[in-house]
């Protein structure tokens, strides 16, 4: 996860999130600048699309446009503008240059044809820590976005313990925690560098998806 104050990474293949999740955290604002979204931590500390851009420039094999949790307790109209700002957050990234593969991310409750339409290396679905406890929920949310992305890689931010995590996996293609592609499988390294990623290291099995976790 991306956190401007952070200045070591792992020398690994990396999927680099947004730190958009930070929204959530208390006293945490979404704010319009320039009409795009950033996110204001407590402290001042600020998150724009430009600046989680070039950390994942540098450090990603994989990254996901800043988006914004939208959970239900929001209201409806905060959750709209929210998504409004992730949306254009994601067409802002993927109107600059990048040698990494991109995931537009999407809210449960969110259109993903608009993400469709800039053609992306995949769809993160995120925003589903609030629904933790409600695997049902959860299922038909990954089965949903699957049925409408196709053969697109699909990577779920879904905040289950991992003992929940197989059950549901085990009823749809690509239902995991992490990068998964159509199948529902990590792809290989070598398989990585045809795709044109950027592997920090050789000789793993599979990529490290990695949340670095805001102090």
């Known amino acids: 996860e991306y956190d401007p104050q952070r200045h070591c990474f792992p020398e690994l293949p990396l999927m680099v999130d947004s730190g958009g999740y930070a929204a959530l955290s208390p006293h945490s604002r979404v704010i319009e600048s320039g009409g795009l979204g950033v996110l204001i931590r407590p402290g001042g ?8 851009h070039a950390a994942q420039q540098q450090y990603a094999t994989w990254g996901c446009t800043l988006d914004f949790p939208s959970p239900h307790a929001l209201g409806e109209a905060e ?27 999407l809210q449960p409750g969110q259109d993903v044809a608009p993400l469709l339409e800039l053609s992306p290396d995949g769809i993160a679905l995120g925003g589903l820590v609030p629904f933790a406890r409600d695997a049902a929920f959860l299922a038909e949310q990954v089965r949903a976005v699957r049925a409408q992305i196709g ?12 003992q929940q ?11 995991v925690r992490g990068h998964v592609g159509a199948e529902g499988e990590l792809p290989r390294l070598d398989a990585v ?23």
């Not at 503008?81 to 240059?97: E, I, K």
């Not at 045809?194 to 102090?215: E, F, T, V």
């Open 45 to 52: 500390h600020r998150f724009t699309p430009a600046d989680v």
């Open 79 to 105: 959750r709209q503008r929210r998504h409004a700002l992730s949306l254009a957050n994601a067409r802002w990234a993927f109107s600059q240059p990048r040698d990494f593969q991109l995931f537009a991310c």
């Open 151 to 162: 053969e697109l890689p699909l990577h779920v931010f879904d905040g289950r313990r991992p």
């Open 165 to 175: 995590e197989q059950p549901i996996a085990a009823r749809q293609r690509g239902a």
């Open 193 to 215: 560098e045809k795709a044109g990623g950027r592997p920090r290291a050789h000789g793993a099995d599979h990529p490290l998806s990695l949340r670095l976790q805001m102090p």
